[in-house]
DNA sequence: TTGCTCCTCACGTCACGTGAGGTGGC
DNA sequence: TTGCTCCTCACGTCACGTGAGGTGGC
């Protein structure tokens, strides 16, 4: 949650675009892209204007990463991400905060649910195709 | 094959662009955009210009919704459905076509393997939200 | 005749892709 | 100094969504 200055002495491993991407498997427009919308901000610059990521950073994005399969749109994705860490600062352990991840959470089982439908039909088309 | 004049005594039953939308899942819009860019044309018109589809298009539609999960572009699904039609009439089964189908065939099973990965990946995602 | 279905524009949207032209970092 | 990485516009793309305004079908 702290943010570090990169002119501090013992400088954490803070990376640059390229790096993120690789790591990530998401392209340089997207992570841009993400940056521009705010679902997921560089947590720094150099002074030349290059982004620079943290670890958690990337941690972050390998987790949207994972979510892009159940189809949320971005502003959805910055929702839910918002509460998960409201949820992880005392002032956010609400009721009110619980009940909106539960239902986040339900309806990502029925994301889920629907993927596998769709690997149903996918697998239909395969069989489809070996049948000519 | 041969096209039915609707016209003709004891039509065929043909349905209406609502009643398509229905059995396959498809917006009117999708219907209507998949017509226009050829991906699959109304086999007919009404006299007022309703598009009328017959059950040959509707099992057309049922196998381009089963190709959608697998993330084709409209333009890929159109030359995949025309390889499998051609090696349908007698003038298209060439080697050829056959190449081009097992390449096809490969394609699509590759994709398979990555929409097994994505829901791997969000199955990761809803452990992480089960965790909160 | 009513209302429900369908029609054609045509602009909007979402999540980026793709240059163009320029500069930072080691 | 070189070249590779990164930057910001800004227009393009794909697959439709969403009205607006009008008409067909039973």
Redesign the interface.
């Known amino acids: 949650v702290s943010q570090r200055d990169v002119s501090e002495d013992a400088a954490p491993q803070t990376m640059h675009i390229g790096e993120i991407a690789e790591k990530t498997g998401l392209s340089l427009r997207t992570l841009r892209h993400y940056d521009e919308i705010g679902l997921l901000r560089a947590s720094g610059r150099t002074e030349g204007g290059f982004r620079l990521y943290t670890h958690d950073d990337l941690q972050r994005l390998l ?1 949207i ?6 189809g949320y749109s971005l502003e959805e994705m910055i929702a839910l991400l918002r509460v ?1 860490d409201s ?1 992880h600062e005392a002032s956010g352990d609400t009721p009110d905060n619980r009940e909106r ?1 539960a239902e ?2 339900d309806d ?2 029925r ?2 649910e629907a ?2 439908t ?2 149903g ?6 069989e ?3 049948q ?1």
Chains 1, 2 share one sequence.
Do not use: I, N, T
Not at 65 to 70: I, S
Not at 121 to 126: C, I, K, V
């Open positions: 987790v990463r994972r979510m892009k399969p159940l998960v949820l991840l986040f959470s990502a089982q994301r889920r993927l596998v769709q690997l039909m996918a697998d239909e088309f395969l489809l195709l070996r000519q």
